[in-house]
């Protein structure tokens, strides 16, 4: 059997502060501003910056972000800073296109505004301890002074070659003689630069929203795309109340719709009914179980969640323990459900969803000295977004508006104004109503069962954080070019258990042995004496640093 608590580094333990982030230059520069006195969430602003620019396949100012607060006082806030279709893009606006679909790139995949920036400002205005401006020093300089590209970066970037040769300007930024650079060359992005020094000096609405920032952003998105410079102008972020279950003697807090945390917390309740611990980690019985109780979180998930400004979403029953307690009777131990299960409650007259829920993600946590937690998580959808860099600007247009259905009887069906399905969750757990554990991952339909492998193994395994996060994974789900939804595992899972769960009917699917589609998961334990245990993911480039 795997040794499931090995691990290729220690936890980060400090005292003052901690930043765990998918890339360690994020990481420093996080901690360099809780080391000067700013807050988490100034902290998490400045890592936030320093990924669009150092991890921009899967980060940057032109897409959206979410985020989970707690101060430590039973109060855990939230801000959802996700962006709605322009008031221009219709369905008639795209079949006048001939458009059967939403396409996945180019300009007319930019339809959505982009919200991470507000994000950055409505957490700032309430929780920040420093000056706006010096939290993008970091991530100026290294866009327009450089920075060295890593090994993962470069692969991206082998992978995406056709992607980013179709805009002369993404090439030029990103290729080198029309292929991936070698790890280790430096990428300059001074359009960037100078479009993160207009956001520094004149705060996030007149340098972003509000001034001629935005007019060249949707200019040079192209004409394809029904955004407009009113769409960024007329958007604002906004506090929303998280979700939350109980597991065991914690309380799990994530984001409500238009995001998949519902499907997070369904996936814990339904555990919470079952003796986790009796099964083993790394068992066939852990694997299957979890996988099962995936397949029934999504069929609700895929019924219900859109923007919840146009749906009636039950959320109270489908979070309820005795809803969960009759989905769980669903679960047998010995036979696998169909990928596809019925969900248990269905909104009157609109379609499920049925296309892939992909995307590539950066999430952060960060814990500071007076013991303020973020749990923060931003992403352009896929990586490279819309595959375009608008105009001069530096920034990539997130495609997230892609995956609007066509189709008016859809749950997600594009309507202007509307936000549409997210996979981006942060969360968080809560002991005694202050917090105990902030937690991510990036990775699509992998994020809730990512998250829930790290709680069940930190709470029913005591895992410290870096070995729940180095553990073996699995992702029930389509990877990308799949057809159809598989359960794929880590290759470190041993070929015993693989055997047992093709025997229960489980339509198993082998990954590497360290499977960066399995995400990159970061997480934060805060000890009652004080002192912090921070984790990040060998999958990524990540790094947890505190002091």
């Given at each position: 059997m795997y040794d499931q608590t090995r691990t290729g580094r220690p936890p980060t333990r400090a005292q003052h502060g901690l930043v765990t982030s998918p890339h360690y230059l994020a990481s420093s520069t996080g901690t360099d501003i809780l080391r000067n006195g700013g807050s988490a969430v100034d902290a998490a602003i400045a890592t936030n910056a320093t990924l669009c620019v150092v991890y921009p396949h899967m980060a940057g100012l032109g897409g959206d972000g979410f985020w989970l607060i707690a101060d430590g006082d039973d109060d855990v806030e939230g801000i959802n800073a996700s962006g709605p279709a322009g008031q221009q893009a219709t369905r008639s606006y795209y079949e006048e296109l001939g458009y059967d679909e939403i396409p996945e790139r180019g300009s007319a995949s930019a339809l959505t505004v982009p919200g991470a920036v507000d994000g950055w400002r409505l957490a700032h205005e309430k929780h920040g301890n420093l000056p706006w401006e010096r939290l993008f020093e970091d991530a100026i300089t290294h866009a327009r002074d450089g920075f060295a590209m890593t090994a993962d970066f470069t692969r991206w970037i082998s992978l995406d070659v056709d992607v980013l040769s179709e805009q002369s300007t993404t090439a030029e930024t990103f290729l080198t003689d029309e292929s991936a650079p070698e790890t280790g060359t430096l990428l300059r992005q001074p359009a960037l630069a100078d479009s993160l020094e207009l956001i520094a000096q004149q705060g996030p609405r007149e340098g972003f929203y509000e001034g001629p920032l935005a007019e060249a952003f949707c200019e040079g998105i192209g004409e394809e795309s029904p955004l407009m410079a009113t769409d960024l102008s007329q958007y604002h972020a906004e506090w929303v109340e998280p979700l939350s279950v109980d597991y065991r003697n914690v309380t799990i807090h994530s984001f409500p719709p238009n995001t998949q945390g519902i499907a997070a917390l369904q996936i814990l309740g339904l555990l919470d009914g079952f003796d986790v611990d009796s099964?083993?980690?790394?068992?066939?019985?852990?694997?299957?179980?979890?996988?099962?109780?995936?397949?029934?979180?999504?069929?609700?998930?895929?019924?219900?969640?859109?923007?919840?400004?146009?749906?009636?979403?039950?959320?109270?029953?489908?979070?309820?323990?005795?809803?969960?307690d009759e989905r769980r009777t669903l679960i047998e131990p010995d036979s696998s459900l169909p990928a596809a299960v019925e969900p248990g409650l269905t909104p009157d007259g609109v379609t499920p969803q049925t296309?892939?829920?992909?995307?590539?993600?950066?999430?952060?946590?960060?814990?500071?000295?007076?013991?303020?937690?973020?749990?923060?998580?931003?992403?352009?959808?896929?990586?490279?977004?819309?595959?375009?860099?608008?105009?001069?600007?530096?920034?990539?247009?997130?495609?997230?508006?892609?995956?609007?259905?066509?189709?008016?009887?859809?749950?997600?069906?594009?309507?202007?104004?509307?936000?549409?399905?997210?996979?981006?969750?942060?969360?968080?757990?809560?002991?005694?109503?202050?917090?105990?554990?902030?937690?991510?991952?990036?990775?699509?339909?992998?994020?809730?069962?990512?998250?829930?492998?790290?709680?069940?193994?930190?709470?029913?395994?005591?895992?410290?954080?870096?070995?729940?996060?180095?553990?073996?994974?699995?992702?029930?789900?389509?990877?990308?070019?799949?057809?159809?939804?598989?359960?794929?595992?880590?290759?470190?899972?041993?070929d015993g258990v693989v055997t047992e769960l093709q025997r229960r009917g489980q339509p198993v699917a082998m990954a590497r042995r360290f499977d960066d589609t399995m995400g990159h998961a970061a997480a934060i334990r805060l000890h009652e004496d004080g002192t912090l245990e921070g984790g990040a993911d060998p999958r990524g480039d990540g790094a947890a640093i505190g002091y």
């Open positions: 099964w083993g980690d790394g068992t066939a019985d852990y694997y299957h179980h979890m996988a099962e109780a995936v397949k029934i979180a999504f069929a609700d998930r895929d019924a219900w969640v859109t923007d919840p400004e146009t749906v009636d979403m039950p959320v109270e029953q489908l979070l309820s323990a005795s809803y969960l296309q892939d829920p992909g995307g590539d993600t950066c999430y952060l946590s960060v814990v500071d000295s007076d013991g303020l937690a973020v749990s923060m998580i931003q992403s352009i959808y896929f990586d490279f977004g819309s595959g375009m860099i608008a105009g001069d600007t530096g920034i990539i247009p997130q495609n997230r508006g892609s995956f609007f259905s066509l189709d008016a009887d859809h749950i997600n069906s594009l309507e202007p104004g509307k936000r549409t399905f997210h996979t981006l969750i942060p969360s968080m757990l809560t002991r005694d109503g202050k917090p105990w554990l902030v937690y991510g991952t990036m990775g699509g339909e992998g994020q809730p069962q990512t998250q829930a492998a790290l709680v069940s193994r930190i709470v029913d395994f005591g895992y410290d954080v870096q070995q729940a996060i180095e553990a073996p994974r699995w992702l029930f789900g389509r990877t990308w070019g799949d057809e159809s939804r598989s359960l794929s595992l880590e290759g470190r899972i041993p």
